[in-house]
């Protein structure tokens, strides 16, 4: 779960990050009563939505007034923002953090996330932070350093030192910059995060350490122990067939192509959508049905599926392993009787009574394209929804 910028500020606060004065305003009007407050020389005007890049694409303005706090918020709210991370179609700003504006001596990177290879939890830090780390990831990728960290030791004062002074620093920003790195770590502990990013992480001209930019992703399967951090989530911002998906209990994540998937198992949903890949075309989604291909759990499905117009020809992908092919097959049918299916269906059924689900769907009055094998199955779904071009 992804969450706002000013909500993970409010997370750092609660642990002792120190971040700049101010608060989130849902309108412009707002906007100036919250820059009022403030009582600064210069206000930054930054827009919330769930990605990042906003600086480049003028999402981050700083302007000197109240007046001109509502001014530019009019100008941002309502607004389309795109930017090199809310895809092409880009995010509507619905809501605006309105800050103090600091005086930067140097933007530096701190990130903590999950480093699967190692399996452990990393620190990454960069003196060079700011709007063009992805470049000097890319290019000079020497400047980003990375720490594993021990899970039995933990991420001690030690520890942080050591990264601090990685970073080349020194005097008091070793300090501060060690208790960020110390605090950062145990709030992704403490709330299961799986990212935890402040780009730029600061120092002020005053020799401050002060997180600007904040970001924090949870992993979504800790929230069932994290209830306080439900109310943060901002339907907004997600895909509504996404969610539509989970009020489901369906695993779907929606993508660009136009080959709608449904199948058994994540493993067996992830091979569908690289055969379809290898054959030329593109799905439209992931889509894990889970165990029990029933009719219920078909009707969702075909939902979902029907829902986005992008959908060409569907693929039907189930191995019957403890759920019966045959069931499964009756199951598909009587779907189509309560949603309207108007793209044509390829079903590969494989497993426990396979030639007679294949007998049934062949027999229907719908007329499915029974495949042989996931090979011929995925051919012929891209033959339908014709090879991606984009
Ligand atoms: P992002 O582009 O979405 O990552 O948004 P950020 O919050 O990182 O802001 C982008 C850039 O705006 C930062 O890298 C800073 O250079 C600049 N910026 C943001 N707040 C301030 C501020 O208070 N003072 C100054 N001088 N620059 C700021
Ligand atoms: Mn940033």
Known sequence: MKIHEYQAKNLFREYGIPVPTGGPAFSAWEAFEVASKLKTEKTVVKAQIHAGGRGKAGGVKIVNTPEEVEKTAESLLSKTLVTKQSGP???????????????????LYLGVLIDRAERKIAVIASASGGME?????????????????????????????????????????????AEIVEKAYRLFIEKDCSLIEMNPLVVLTDDRVIALDA??????????????????????????????????????????????????????????????????????????????????????????????PKVKAVLINIFGGIVKCDMVANGILEAMNFVKVDVPVVVRLEGTNAVEARNILNNADFSFKVADGLASAALAAVGIAGPWQQ
């Open 89 to 107: 179609e880009g995010k509507i700003v619905r809501k605006l953090l309105i800050e103090e504006a600091l005086s930067i001596k140097q933007e």
């Open 215 to 308: 970001k924090i992703d949870f992993d979504d399967n800790s929230l069932t122990r994290h209830k306080e951090l439900l109310n943060l989530r901002d339907f907004f911002e997600e895909e509504p067939l996404e969610i539509q998906a989970n009020r489901y209990g369906i695993d779907y994540v929606k993508l660009e192509g136009n080959v709608g998937c449904m199948v058994n198992g994540a493993g067996l949903a992830m091979a569908t959508m690289d055969i379809i890949r290898k054959y030329g075309g593109m799905p439209a989604n992931f889509l894990d049905i889970k165990g029990g291909a029933n009719k219920e759990n078909v009707i969702h499905a075909f939902t979902l599926l029907m829902a986005d």
């Open 133 to 177: 780390i992805e470049e000097i990831a890319a290019k000079s990728p020497e400047k980003i350093l990375r720490f594993h960290i021990d899970p039995l030791v933990g991420c001690g004062p030690f520890v942080c030192r050591n990264i601090a002074f990685g970073l080349g620093l020194a005097g008091t920003a070793v300090k501060f910059i």
